[in-house]
């Protein structure tokens, strides 16, 4: 996954390095030497996450991070605070006044692409929720509030997972008042027993456990669906560059080094359920804008006209991340004989699973919408031609292996699908272009035999 990253730095030398780490893992890479010229490149070319140096003369990086936070365009990009600076006070001053980690120089390269890779995947699905949240607002004419006036913190439940008695408590002495409630779970039996797990805004998990490896726990936080989108901050030894790499790249959120400085745990704890509580806020608010009118009765997917109008929104002038996306176009093989053989209501048992298939094996991002009658769409963010091929095999194989249970008839009946891909190109930039190469890939599909996956173009060769 790519990303376009602001450098902020007063010194060209520090500049100049950053951007070399930054472009040897192919991130797209723009530069300021001063706060001034930064804000004005932050709301002129929206980066996806920003570097910002703590100590520049005129505007430090700390009024910098205040005024991006302090506006409703810009606030959900990522902040990371750069500085030669090692001292716990500036760590807590950066993230109170809004930023997403704090990095000391010299920067190791590891632990850097890491947090950066971390906070671009936040970045990706934020994005996409405030997308569809607008394309809500277009249906429900809703204008829309202030995200600061509606979410809170004073009600945040978190799960410390920690073996070490003593330590349990030190850490949660430190967050007392940061929460309406702290549970513990030591593990003993060597797994999470704690009943629940959905009704916390934060996972607290120490990475020294006696029983259980850590990462493990975390990692099966991550793929529960009840779990998916909680944020995860682990408590990790300083230096274990190894393991911290590992627990990145499963999709833990946030980490604090030992020994641990209880300000910045608070701060960092705030952060992670602010995050957790907007994410949950964009949610919610899509949900409710969306209701009926843009859902398919039958498979409860997005219907038709929302496709169209989410499809307005990621093509429209103002929207940079065309180019990164994928469509899967889905048609049900021989879907008349389903009704014809066994009843409309067999059909509609057979597109309600169907779709609950769909649905249970495409990521958070992506999009899946009922085109009409027996075909679907898909909609895939950040995803290139060889990742969106993989997926349509992986769904054709989701619907084909495991015949369908309809309540019409004793045995069940086997389902096949055709599936066309299309990429967003510069020459398939319109969503009608998009939807045409699609269809033209399903329809090579059907004509080499169905059950099959085309890809239009060179897709397929």
Do not use: W
Request: hydrophobic letters at 40%; aromatic letters at 6%; one cysteine or more.
């Amino acid at each position: 996954m790519t990303a376009r990253v602001l450098v902020v730095d007063d010194v060209l030398h520090n500049v100049k390095l950053l951007e070399a780490k930054l472009r040897s893992e192919y991130f797209d890479v723009l530069t300021a030497m001063n706060g001034i010229d930064a804000l004005n490149i932050i709301e002129n070319e929206l980066p996806d996450i920003i570097l910002l140096d703590v100590m520049m003369p005129g505007m430090d990086g700390f009024e910098v991070c205040r005024r991006v936070k302090e506006n409703p365009l810009v606030a959900h990009i990522p902040i990371i605070m750069v500085t030669a600076l090692d001292q716990q006070k500036d760590r807590v001053t950066g993230l109170e006044a809004g930023a997403d980690d704090f990095l000391t120089k010299p920067i190791q390269d590891l632990p850097l692409f890491a947090r950066v890779r971390s906070l671009v995947r936040l970045k990706v699905l934020m994005d996409e929720l405030r997308m569809r949240d607008s394309t809500g607002k277009a249906f429900a004419g809703d204008a829309g509030m202030e995200v600061s006036s509606t979410i809170k913190l004073d009600d945040a439940k978190i799960l410390l997972v920690e073996d070490y008695e003593r330590v349990a408590h030190r850490i949660m002495g430190y967050l007392d008042g940061a929460a309406q409630s702290i549970d513990m779970d030591d593990v003993d039996v060597g797994e999470l027993t704690t009943e629940n797990l959905g009704q916390y805004d934060l996972f607290i998990i120490s990475l020294s456990l006696r029983k259980v490896d850590g990462l493990r726990l975390c990692s099966s936080i991550r793929s529960n669906e009840a779990t998916r989108h909680t944020p995860i901050l682990i408590l990790i030894d300083e230096g274990d560059n190894e393991r911290l790499i590992q627990a990145m790249d499963i999709g833990v959120t946030d980490y604090v080094t030992r020994p641990i400085d209880g300000n910045e745990l608070v701060a960092r704890v705030k952060a992670q359920i602010r995050h957790k509580r907007f994410a949950d806020y964009l949610r919610g608010k899509m949900q409710k804008n969306m209701e009926m009118a843009v859902t398919d009765s039958v498979t409860n997917l997005y219907n038709r006209h929302f496709l169209s109008t989410h499809l307005e929104n990621v093509f429209s002038p103002d929207n940079d991340k065309q180019a990164n996306l994928a469509m899967l176009m889905l048609d049900i093989d021989y879907f008349k004989i389903v009704n014809d053989t066994h009843g409309h209501a067999a059909g509609d048992e057979v597109l309600e699973e169907f779709a609950e298939r769909i649905s249970s094996n495409i990521r958070s991002i992506d999009l899946a919408a009922r085109y009409g009658g027996e075909e679907f769409v898909v909609i895939m963010p950040e995803t290139d031609a060889e990742f969106a091929l993989f997926i349509a095999e992986r769904l054709r194989r989701t619907i084909s292996d495991k015949p369908f249970e309809i309540s019409t008839s004793k045995e069940p009946i086997n389902v096949t699908v055709s599936i066309g891909v299309s990429i967003a190109s510069d020459e398939c930039n319109t969503k009608e272009k998009l939807l045409s190469d699609a269809d033209k890939g399903l329809y090579k599909a059907k004509d080499s035999g169905r059950n099959k996956v085309c890809g239009f173009k060179c897709l397929d060769e």
